[in-house]
């Protein structure tokens, strides 16, 4: 989130480059669980370093997964301000359409931006932590290195369930808010006034160039891929594999991304 410091009327911009963000939620996603395996262990240092190393899940969501997605949002909207513009330009809109679209533009942009949104999003993110532990599920499935004694959680296993998974959550949780706002950009688009063209060689009466919304997306499916990835090596290295295995995480994937990125067209 980077415009919760306005509720504190910070003036100046919170971590101003995608490069600064990235970094910052690698070392407070990622290098923690390291540090605190190494600096507090829990039953057995060499034990809990082995299976944390081992984890290429983790690895995936926070060490990559986490800085791709945030690398995506400005990826992302460059290239989507690229096709929102053709239709400014394309000659698709009367004059008093562009500025209706101007004005729903920046609505958009506000509304990514939004302080309350991205408030939502946070407390959306640690109501599910709660969730886990008010169910009494919070150490079901987690890996060997969060937990130590019977089902008690690790420093390490602390910093993951507080710190690291609320960053996943609130990233893909924004990811969601960000296609919402697209698909209703498109929505009053596609109210407006459009001049279409019959016989335009693209056989889309002029709209071919919205496919490259599709490629937008390109970073953030793979911050999902990743995810995935991860969740699939961890299953090859427990020799859990069946032939439903990859077909279920491969497949679930795609049909994900495929909705979240082609369903707004």
């Given at each position: 989130?980077r415009?919760l410091?306005?509720?504190?009327?910070?003036?100046?911009?919170?971590?101003?480059?995608?490069?600064?963000?990235?970094?910052?939620?690698?070392?407070?996603?990622?290098?923690?669980?390291?540090l605190?395996?190494?600096?507090?262990?829990g039953?057995?240092?060499?034990?809990?370093?082995?299976?944390?190393?081992?984890?290429?899940?983790?690895?995936?969501?926070?060490?990559?997964?986490?800085?791709?997605?945030?690398?995506?949002?400005?990826?992302?909207?460059?290239?989507?301000?690229v096709?929102?513009?053709?239709?400014?330009?394309?000659?698709?809109?009367?004059?008093?359409?562009?500025e209706?679209?101007?004005?729903?533009?920046?609505?958009?942009?506000?509304?990514?931006?939004?302080?309350?949104?991205?408030?939502?999003?946070?407390?959306?993110?640690?109501?599910?932590?709660?969730?886990?532990?008010?169910?009494?599920?919070?150490?079901?499935?987690?890996?060997?290195?969060?937990?130590?004694?019977?089902?008690?959680?690790?420093?390490?296993?602390?910093?993951?369930?507080?710190?690291?998974?609320?960053?996943?959550?609130?990233?893909?949780?924004?990811?969601?808010?960000?296609?919402?706002?697209?698909t209703?950009l498109?929505?009053?688009?596609?109210?407006?006034?459009?001049?279409?063209?019959?016989a335009?060689?693209?056989?889309?009466?002029?709209?071919?160039?919205?496919?490259?919304?599709?490629?937008?997306?390109?970073?953030?499916a793979?911050?999902?891929?990743?995810?995935?990835?991860?969740?699939?090596?961890?299953?090859?290295?427990?020799?859990?594999?069946?032939?439903?295995?990859?077909?279920?995480?491969?497949?679930?994937?795609?049909?994900?991304?495929?909705?979240?990125?082609?369903a707004?067209?």
């Open positions: 989130p415009g410091p306005g509720f504190v009327r910070l003036s100046v911009p919170a971590l101003p480059t995608v490069r600064s963000r990235a970094l910052l939620a690698l070392a407070i996603g990622w290098l923690p669980l390291l605190l395996i190494l600096l507090v262990p039953h057995d240092r060499a034990s809990d370093l082995r299976d944390f190393l081992r984890d290429l899940g983790t690895h995936a969501r926070f060490a990559f997964a986490v800085p791709i997605l945030l690398v995506a949002h400005v990826e992302t909207a460059r290239r989507l301000g096709v929102v513009r053709h239709f400014a330009i394309s000659g698709l809109l009367p004059s008093d359409a562009v209706r679209l101007r004005g729903e533009l920046a609505s958009a942009r506000a509304a990514v931006r939004a302080p309350s949104a991205e408030l939502l999003v946070l407390l959306l993110a640690y109501a599910f932590i709660l969730w886990l532990f008010a169910t009494d599920i919070s150490t079901h499935g987690l890996p060997a290195w969060t937990v130590v004694g019977r089902g008690q959680l690790s420093a390490a296993g602390w910093w993951h369930m507080l710190v690291s998974l609320p960053i996943l959550l609130m990233l893909l949780m924004g990811w969601l808010w960000r296609i919402l706002l697209w209703r498109l929505h009053k688009v596609a109210a407006m006034d459009l001049r279409l063209i019959v335009h060689p693209d056989n889309a009466g002029g709209l071919g160039f919205l496919a490259q919304s599709v490629r937008a997306f390109s970073t953030f793979m911050g999902i891929g990743c995810i995935t990835a991860g969740r699939f090596a961890n299953v090859h290295l427990q020799g859990a594999t069946t032939p439903l295995t990859g077909s279920f995480l491969i497949g679930g994937t795609v049909a994900l991304v495929l909705l979240l990125c082609v707004p067209l």
